[in-house]
């Protein structure tokens, strides 16, 4: 079985699903019909099947290793700006991530390797995933079961600064660790025309923000990779009125444990600070989203190695701030995270993950697909 050949003989199928699910889709934990859609091929084709509220876990094959491949299935509170046939039916809904990407390629090789059941010489695990977008549905897969008996898993990824077509694949770590932050402070409100009578919170939120973005560039090793965004500012409702309270919110990155939490101490001595010196206080809620993506390099390797066999376009992907919590697969079995180039500016395919007028490149679609068949009728020789 030559993988590209099969995925290429699917490849409008392939297309036709991502159509579908970009057409509806579905916020974390509420991807219901997308779930059943891919449940009901899977049945179909033979796979044994474990749902874990709208998440899928399906296994076929036979043998003494398992690999796992997995997708995520949730797309994003945005409005589509697209004007295409598969534009977004639902108002303030799109999928602008290519997990509908996601979704079809591996249905796709979900498909194939049902054909080539016979041919398997392991056993294949696929994870259909919810809630990547912040709900940290990985977590809820592998307590579900998702890993137990997985030897190595692989996850794909359709990349808006990668050229069509090609296939980007790095060692070691890859993506950034993030956490979410929310901060509010409390001041004493009173008339615009009379400051000196109030407790303005207004300064000291502007003076948290610049002294936020000291936190990397005066306490951070230069070598080391950080950021701190602050990302939303609400406080004050008229224009001659100081406000009570002014609430922040905002993200930070990190690559190590020391730099985070080296990020979200400083972040608290700040705040505690200033509303000291201004006799205010301060709210200060840190959440943890997700850890960094590090990639094994034994299984980077082998991706490499399936990539130049079947004659797939390949470089080495720059480290990226972004998040993805197919980290925590990645702490309990070695495994890869892979991507798949998107940007095609002939089509007008070039605005980046998260926009509305994000798209993919749905002709290079059966490539991540073949790559991962390729990866399952390796993966029992390494």
């Not at 050949?5 to 509806?24: G, N, P, S, T, Y």
Request: hydrophobic share 40%; aromatic share 8%; charged share 25%.
């Amino acid at each position: 079985m030559n993988p590209v050949e099969e995925a290429l003989k699917i490849k409008d199928q392939i297309v036709a699903w991502r159509r579908d699910f970009h057409m509806h889709p579905e916020l974390g934990y509420e991807e219901e019909r997308t779930s059943k859609i891919v449940e009901e091929h899977l049945k179909e084709w033979g796979y044994k099947i474990k749902r874990v509220g709208t998440g899928i876990i399906a296994d076929i094959g036979r043998g003494e290793k398992t690999i796992a491949l997995r997708a995520d299935m949730d797309a994003l509170p945005v409005q589509e700006e697209n004007d295409v046939p598969y534009k977004s039916q639902v108002p303030g809904k799109m999928h602008a991530c290519g997990h509908d990407a996601h979704t079809a390629m591996l249905l796709g090789a979900a498909k194939i390797l049902a054909e080539h059941e016979e041919e398997l010489m392991g056993r294949v695990r696929l994870i259909f995933q919810p809630a990547e977008e912040g709900g940290n549905g990985a977590l809820k897969m592998i307590k579900a079961g998702a890993l137990e008996g997985v030897d190595a898993i692989f996850g794909l990824h359709v990349w808006g600064t990668l050229p069509s077509g090609v296939f980007g694949i790095r060692e070691g770590p890859f993506l950034a660790g993030a956490g979410e932050f929310e901060v509010k402070i409390k001041g004493k409100g009173g008339h615009g025309a009379s400051p000196h009578q109030t407790i303005d919170p207004i300064p000291i939120a502007a003076q948290a923000v610049l002294a936020f973005q000291t936190i990397v560039s005066r306490n951070i090793d230069p070598i080391e990779t950080a950021v701190v965004s602050v990302t939303s500012i609400h406080g004050g409702s008229a224009f001659n009125i100081i406000p009570e309270e002014v609430e922040l919110k905002g993200t930070y990155r990190f690559f190590r444990p020391e730099i985070q939490k080296l990020i979200e101490n400083r972040m608290g001595e700040i705040l505690q600070g200033l509303t000291q010196a201004h006799g205010a206080s301060y709210e200060h809620r840190i959440i943890e989203l997700t850890s960094p993506v590090v990639n094994n390099p034994k299984m980077t390797k082998f991706v490499k190695a399936i990539v130049q066999k079947y004659g797939l376009r390949h470089e080495e992907v720059a480290a990226d701030m972004g998040a993805e919590d197919f980290a925590y697969y990645l702490q309990k079995v070695p495994g890869t995270f892979i991507t798949l180039g998107i940007r095609n500016e002939e089509k007008g395919i070039v605005y980046p993950h998260h926009h509305p007028k994000f798209d993919v490149d749905e002709d290079v679609l059966y490539l991540g697909t073949a790559l991962e068949v390729g990866l399952v009728v390796e993966f029992t020789k390494i």
